[in-house]
């Protein structure tokens, strides 16, 4: 206990990058999300058909192999490496891509954001479907173009029931991070692991650790809980 | 006005409409009645395109909508459509509704649309209504709402689509007496009901629809006192 005690900062620490990377994965996760949705629901048969196989490519394959593909996988452009030599050469800046591997956070919020958008395509897919079919005829009967039909009636219609299921995705996706300790992310995960392999004691340093993540996750879902209500008023 | 020829509508192999032939004058309250399943909603879906035809033509003040030339936000721009289901924008306030269209399809400037909706409101008896949602408006207020934002886009012809066949009795009353009010002001409109008290009072012309097709028309004391076909026959007596 006075191993958990004595070295909570750490712990904390990770946490503070756990949830870095969840706000940062499900935030571009929810751009690309919305794109998805909306290329999968469009009139055109190759659009739609892009926005398939990328959903079933990152919903059906695991998260820790899209983890491995990019962080030990995905070839770092030669522009990229260039402007790194170029930054360290004239501006001191630290080499951040030491290898040929990209770093880590930007591996883990990459692959993270991807999964995560393919999960929440399919939320605002069936967001857009929720509403009424009658919605869409009303705002065509006045002669809204089949866009302004989409911007102005049913995606903020749309937006308030995906609320709860996005809730959904940004806890679990705050758990799947965990994952992102097997490729090094010092988050919540890997900084327990870390103190376990110094002091060579695993219960109470793993059990503070799912602590942290039942507050986290318990703390948010209450969250979503409030939003939900505050916008049922408005309704 | 209207000039329908030939207007046929599938869906896959059931046909809906077999060769609709009907012309509405300008000023003109044409009421299409006639047992469900008939093709009354789909006859008038398809005036505004929101059910594409599989055959036939369509023209509204001489602008054939079935021409690939034809922008048809533009056409339905000048139609509005009430529906039976109401279909106000849960969203949005009933001063919202009815602005919404004229913001972004006419572009006209917030404060125009503002005085345009009140003035709307107004006519439809619902001034302390307007920054009301509509889930706290009655199915009666609502319809009503629903008739004001078609009128903002100040179109050629209104479509009625059973407006009053999901209100409460007592509601069913006030939303005929703007329709009829809208009548007397001379709009050309085209109204599919049950109200045969309302088709009596202010259509011009009835039309009695059968499996698809139009099977008579006249003037309302013609159809309602002197039917000749056996099918009106048996749908008036059953219904007065």
């Known amino acids: ?31 690309i999300g919305l794109f998805m949705g909306l290329l999968r629901l469009s009139g055109a048969k190759p659009l739609r058909l892009l926005a398939r196989v990328y959903i079933d490519f990152f919903r059906g394959t695991p998260l820790l192999v899209q983890i491995f593909i990019i962080y030990y996988g995905l070839p770092i452009p030669q522009w990229f490496r260039g402007g790194q030599a170029l930054l360290t050469a004239h501006f001191n800046v630290p080499d951040f891509i030491s290898s040929y591997m990209l770093p880590v956070f930007l591996s883990g919020v990459i692959a993270c954001s991807l999964n995560s958008g393919a999960y929440i395509a399919e939320i605002f897919r069936a967001g857009v479907q929720s509403i009424e079919k009658g919605q869409v005829e009303a705002a065509r009967s006045l002669g809204m173009t089949s866009s302004q039909a989409m911007r102005f009636v049913v995606l903020p219609q749309a937006f308030k029931r995906v609320v709860p299921p996005l809730g959904n995705e940004f806890i679990a996706m705050l758990k799947d ?25 695993a219960f109470p340093i793993y059990l503070a650790v799912a602590f942290i993540y039942l507050i986290m996750t318990f703390s948010f879902s209450r969250l979503v809980d409030f939003t939900e209500r505050r916008l049922k008023t408005g309704d | 006005m209207i000039r329908v020829e030939g207007l046929h509508k599938g869906f896959g192999r059931l046909k809906v409409l077999n060769g609709i032939d009907c012309h509405v004058s300008p000023r003109e309250v044409v009421v299409v009645i006639g047992p469900s399943g008939s093709g009354k909603s789909t006859f008038l879906r398809c005036i505004n395109m929101l059910e594409e035809p599989t055959a036939g033509k369509i023209s509204i003040d001489g602008v054939s909508l079935l021409d690939p030339k034809t922008n048809i ?32 399809v006419k572009n006209i400037s917030k404060g125009d649309a503002e005085s345009l909706g009140h003035s709307l409101l107004k006519k439809v008896g619902l001034s302390d209504k307007a920054n009301v949602y509509p889930d706290q408006l009655s199915g009666g207020q609502q319809q009503r709402v629903a008739i004001a934002r078609a009128l903002a886009m100040q179109p050629k012809v209104m479509l009625f689509d059973e407006p009053t066949s999901a209100l409460d009795p007592e509601m069913v009353g006030e ?37 698809g097709l139009i099977v008579e028309e006249g003037t309302p004391d013609e159809l309602f006192l002197e039917p000749r076909n056996n099918r009106l026959k048996s749908f008036l007596s059953k219904i007065l």
């Open chain 1, 1 to 31: 206990m006075e191993v958990v005690l004595k070295n909570y900062p750490r712990l904390l620490e990770g946490a503070l990058l756990t949830l870095e990377v969840t706000l940062f994965s499900v935030a571009i996760g929810c751009i």
């Open chain 1, 177 to 201: 991070t965990s994952l992102l300790s097997v490729i090094g992310f010092a988050e919540l995960l890997r900084q327990g692991q870390l103190l376990v392999g110094h002091y060579y004691v």
């Open chain 2, 73 to 104: 936000n533009s056409v339905r721009a000048e139609v509005g459509m009430v529906f039976q289901r109401f279909n106000l924008f849960p969203h949005k306030t009933a001063l919202e509704n009815i602005c919404l269209a004229p913001l972004k």
């Open chain 2, 175 to 211: 939303v005929l007496a703007v329709m009829k009010d809208l009548a007397r002001e001379g709009m050309t409109m085209v109204v599919v009901t049950h109200e045969m008290g309302f088709a009596r009072e202010v259509g011009d012309r009835v039309i009695f629809m059968d499996e």
